[in-house]
């Protein structure tokens, strides 16, 4: 036996015992209730956790959202019914957060509608072409793809105080600006910059999962397609406009819905990268909710069930639209 | 011991039912072969006698007592899977071994008892190997040492040979019989192939749709097959098939007449053939002859050949007589041409007739 | 050399560059700049002194200045590198800086102060890593215990969720039972269900349950994945199910067949749910922040946002702790890369 495989054996036999105590009382618990008995022992343990920090909490988010007050128990809080929702709805236009009661809630829902379109658009068109460069017979293609990976595994803690610390005045950036001309500038304390930062590092951070999944889908497209297009003679932009991408669309439907879905949940890097301000420029939605339902004085758990509600439906639509739009692609690659 | 009797089974899944009545009695000690097209339900009943489906209904009984609630794991049978079903993550002993450990037998025996099924399968090289790094016929013979080590009532065995090469299809096949008889259990044994349960069954037991169309020894199928169904299914190449309305009946004889109005004359001492009636007349490729044209009247019927294959040993012919696929083979070479015209004697060949429902009609002199 | 630069700058075809190959290299070596750029300047900057790390323009690698001790005078002084007067230059280090002049005194003769202009001195530089950046921040800042608490959450979370996910799995792929579709179902439409949408009223759950500031308030709601269950379901799909059989007649008992025979062949898939189940728990950030309050029950990810968010930042201290955070993150990467990748390529989860 090799050494590996007798220190595995060693590490094993724990489990091995425990596992081996556990059997006698199940094989009685087997005979009493057969095979169908079984399976609903093992679909337990995951449906019962599940039940308690899943279904229950969505479940009773709708109910948290007709009651008002800052009591934190359900039996504690007073029936409001829809207040919580005219309160968000309360505008004069809706075209100017500034005119609704809830402006922050308004200036939220703005913020990300930007923040979505214009990170989505990027880093759809950052995956794709890093996808189809990663994708030419590249030397050391693994380690390239690694290069453009490796961010996504970064903790957003991490990434927001990595580029904090380049944005900031004595950083990075302002250091490569240097020579040529540029003051240095604290670019997170400007408005439009710190949305700027915030669609980058976030860019910057999830770009190469979208690029990985894009790839994987290009490379699953057979060769010899390609060499018939060539011995036809075709043109390499009409390759790409009539081969790939059509081949390709199923994999890139999936990623933009995906993305759109992450996208409209952003949070952490950003708010460790800029506290979702300057002001209220950089204040997300799920900031905004975590706000305040925990952090502002007094707290409103009430409001922030509405608000996640709301996010909510924007979620299951998005996730409607992967399914239908998934369920078409599927047809078409079969052909 | 190994005695299974199963008395009225039936079985469905949902609202379909795969097993019609099944009744069957298995003395201890003998190799039953199932045999059937696929979806006849062939192994369902087998998986229905290891325990791993449950009835709907009827009884299943080993050595006299009941099994319908007996857990596979405690009918004492083993099984032999068409995948063969070893694990791969354990070694060849460890396989061997896992059934029995779970039976807390002492782990002297267990040894001991690999040790043997090794060496009858002369496996030994390979205990300490992976099924995934054995061949086809390697793993095979592991998934019987399985079996064997258990010590069981009775064998199962699931198309056992399916996954083999033809030829080690055929060596392997033989080993099976020299290891019935050496063990001398009951074995069960299901397969599509035809050729594979005339070669190793006691009995044959021909399912069709879920319901048993015909049990006996492969010569009793082959020679008095019980209706068209198995006379079909039972030789190789298949019975050719004629329809036929009956002309004349004496009494040593009956006519028939073919299409193209052929008519061939078949000796019967048979009962029930009624003159005007519609039969189908079947004769195996191998019993019909070559005839010179002298052959008696209304033994012979002309027709044309449409393709000749030349085997060496025997030459197959692809006739056609009025519209009709006939095929003949027959011993050693001829030059045959395709398109000519030949004669087909049917003086000395067995002749079976079914009736409209395709039961056999005995006619035997 | 010259064939080995032609195949590491493999073109399209042809002998001359086409507009793609120039494309793809500005792509990659643009790629390796701002994909790795970042997390480099964070490790160099983390061995920096505060001082330096005051400096503008900053330096790339740590340089710190040098110091003497001098007979004479109590705490060591900052070495320069001065113009004289006269032309030539000499070491020299500060007494005290008055204005636009500095006290100066020659190591080497502490008694005769020499008075310099401050442009005409220096300081003396050498590389140097400030290593107490990395030592002083567990003993002040409790960093031990976060990072205790951290690897807790996340062994134990990685632990549970293979478990419990692996049985659900195992009792959705291999048995046939009533509720087996409506479970399916409802895994199906919680795959995308985010923290975010259920944070209040979990939050109230968790509370109810006596699990607000408890570690294991963090872990619970992580742990039934749907995502994990499926993927090691649509990996069990793939085990024959006569091998169940097999067992079966082999006298296996359920459970055996489950961490016997099914478990060891899940094996591969097992190993993804756990890498990434590990990053997932430890980058986890939102949720440990809302149920962890108390300080000494902070993860890593709460310990480095809450002093990173305090008014006057000690970036010596965040700095080397933001890169302690990101080591199991880079060693995962480094070594089982090639696993998540495929993983992710795979099964479209991250």
């Known amino acids: 036996m090799s050494p590996s495989a007798s220190l595995r054996e060693i590490a094993l036999t724990p489990v091995r015992v425990v596992m081996g ?54 039996p504690d809080r007073s029936y409001v019914g829809g207040n919580q929702y005219e309160r968000l709805f309360d505008c004069s236009s809706y075209l100017d957060p500034l005119t609704c009661q809830e402006d922050a809630f308004w200036t939220a829902v703005s913020n990300t509608f930007w923040f979505v379109v214009l990170q989505v658009t990027f880093m759809i068109l950052a995956a794709l072409v890093t996808a189809l460069i990663l994708n030419r017979n590249l030397a050391a293609r693994s380690f390239w793809r690694a290069v453009f990976f490796f961010p996504v595994l970064l903790s957003p803690v991490v990434v927001g105080l990595i580029w904090r610390w380049i944005l900031q005045r004595q950083g990075l950036l302002n250091f490569i600006l240097y020579p040529f001309g540029v003051e240095p ?50 043109r390499p932009a009409r390759v790409f406009w009539r081969i790939t991408l059509p081949l390709l669309m199923p994999n890139l439907i999936v990623v933009i819905v995906l993305a759109l879905i992450r996208s409209v949940q952003v949070f952490d890097e950003v708010y460790i990268l800029t506290g979702g301000g300057p002001g209220t420029s950089t204040l997300f939605l799920t900031q905004y909710i975590y706000e305040t339902g925990f952090v502002s004085q007094p707290r409103n758990p009430g409001l922030a069930a509405a608000a996640s509600i709301l996010m909510g439906l924007v979620l299951v639509v998005l996730t409607l639209l992967q399914l239908g739009l998934g369920r078409r692609g599927e047809n078409k690659g079969k052909r | ?162 996954n083999l090469d033809a030829e080690l299809r055929v060596s392997t096949r033989a080993e099976l019989a020299a290891l019935h008889a050496r063990l001398a259990s009951t074995m069960i044994y299901v397969t599509h192939d035809q050729v594979e349960a005339m070669t190793l069954a006691d009995r044959i037991v021909v399912l069709r749709a879920g319901r048993i169309e015909q049990v006996g020894s492969p010569l009793d199928l082959y020679n008095t097959p019980a209706n068209r169904f198995v006379a079909g299914f039972i030789g190789a190449p298949h019975m050719n098939f004629l329809q036929a309305t009956i002309a004349s009946v004496t009494p040593e004889s009956i006519v028939v007449t073919l299409p193209g109005d052929h008519r061939l004359e078949i000796p019967s001492k048979g009962s029930g053939l009624v003159q005007g009636a519609k039969v189908t007349l079947g004769v195996r490729p191998q019993h019909i002859g070559l005839g010179s044209g002298t052959t008696g009247a209304n033994q012979s019927i002309p027709a044309r050949i449409r393709l000749v294959e030349a085997l060496g040993s025997e030459t197959v012919i692809h006739a056609d007589l009025a519209g009709e696929k006939m095929l003949v083979v027959v011993a050693g070479q001829h030059r045959l041409t395709p398109g000519a015209d030949i004669d087909l004697s049917l003086s000395a060949a067995p002749i079976h007739l079914f009736d409209e429902k395709g039961l056999r009609i005995e006619h035997a002199v | ?136 921040p567990f003993v002040h800042f409790d960093f031990f215990r976060y990072l205790g608490n951290s690897v807790f959450v996340t062994v134990m979370a990685t ?81 024959p199910d006569e091998l169940i059989d097999a067992a079966r007649m082999d006298k296996a008992s359920e459970w055996q067949i489950y961490w016997r025979i099914v478990l060891p062949l899940t094996a591969p898939a097992l190993a993804v749910l756990a890498i990434f189940s590990v990053v997932w728990r430890w980058n986890d950030f939102l949720w440990p922040l809302i149920v962890l309050s108390r300080k000494e029950l902070y993860t890593l990810q709460v310990g480095l ?7 006057n930042v000690q970036w010596h201290f965040i700095l080397s702790m933001t890169v302690v955070t990101m080591i199991p993150v880079v060693l995962v990467f480094i070594f089982l890369q090639r696993f998540i990748t495929t993983g992710i390529a795979g099964t479209g989860l991250k």
Request: glycine share 8%; with cysteine; net charge positive.
């Open chain 1, 21 to 74: 105590l556990i059997d006698a009382p199940l094989r009685a618990l087997q005979k009493r209730t057969g095979l169908s008995g079984m399976a609903l022992f093992f679909l337990a343990p995951n449906m019962l956790i599940f039940g308690i920090f899943v279904l229950l909490p969505l479940a009773i988010n709708f109910v948290y959202s007709l009651t008002g007050g800052s009591a934190l128990f359900l």
């Open chain 1, 185 to 234: 500038y604290t670019w997170l304390t400007d408005r439009m910059w710190s949305f700027t930062a915030a669609v980058g590092v976030s860019l910057w951070a999830h770009m190469g999962f979208y690029a990985l999944i894009l790839l994987a889908g290009l490379q699953a497209i057979p060769k010899d397609l390609y060499e018939a297009a060539d011995m036809d003679g075709t």
């Open chain 2, 1 to 162: 011991m190994g005695q299974i009797k199963l008395t009225n089974v039936k079985k469905s899944f949902g609202a379909v039912d795969v097993l019609h009545g099944i009744d069957l009695d298995i003395r201890g000690g003998e190799l039953v072969v199932f045999v059937g097209p696929s979806g006849c339900g062939k192994s369902t009943l087998l998986r229905a006698i290891a325990g791993l489906e449950k009835i709907t209904s009827g009884e299943i009984a080993i050595d006299g007592k009941p099994v319908n609630d007996v857990t596979a794991a405690d009918r004492g049978l083993a099984m032999v899977f068409q995948s063969y079903a070893l694990y791969p993550h354990m070694s060849v002993r460890q396989n061997l071994a896992f059934g029995l450990e779970n039976s807390k037998m002492p782990k002297a025996e267990i040894k001991e008892r690999i040790t043997e099924a090794a060496r009858m399968l002369e496996i030994e090289p390979y205990l300490e190997r992976r099924p995934g790094q054995l061949s086809g016929g390697q793993r095979q013979r592991v998934a019987i040492g399985r079996a064997i080590v258990r010590r069981p009532v009775a064998f199962l065995l699931d198309e056992p040979l399916s």
């Open chain 3, 1 to 136: 050399m010259g064939r080995t630069i032609g195949f590491i700058l493999r073109r399209r075809g042809g002998k001359f560059w086409h507009w793609t190959d120039i494309v793809t290299w500005v792509w990659l070596i643009g790629g390796l700049l701002i994909m790795f750029g970042p997390a480099l300047w964070l490790i160099f900057s983390s061995f920096k002194t505060p001082a330096a790390l005051a400096e503008f323009p900053p330096s790339i690698l740590p340089y710190a200045s040098q110091q003497v001790t001098v007979q004479g005078y109590d705490k060591p002084l900052v070495l320069y590198d001065v113009t004289l007067p006269d032309g030539t230059t000499k070491k020299l280090a500060e007494v005290r800086r008055i204005g636009l002049f500095s006290q100066m005194v020659d190591p080497q003769t502490p008694g005769e102060p020499i008075r310099v202009s401050i442009n005409d001195r220096k300081p003396v530089r050498a590389l140097s890593f400030a290593t107490e950046n990395y030592t002083e």
């Open chain 3, 159 to 239: 632990l549970i969720t293979l478990v419990v996910n692996s049985m659900a799995a195992f009792a959705l792929s291999k048995y046939e039972f009533r509720g087996r579709s409506f479970a399916m179902l409802i895994i199906l439409a919680t795959l995308m269900v985010p923290l975010s949408v259920i944070m209040v009223p979990l939050y109230s759950i968790i509370s109810t349950l006596g699990l607000f500031n408890n570690l294991w308030g963090v872990i619970l709601p992580t742990v039934a994945t749907p995502t994990g269950v499926f993927i090691l379901r649509q990996y069990m799909l793939t085990i």
């Open chain 3, 305 to 311: 946002s809450i002093y990173s968010g305090e008014l």
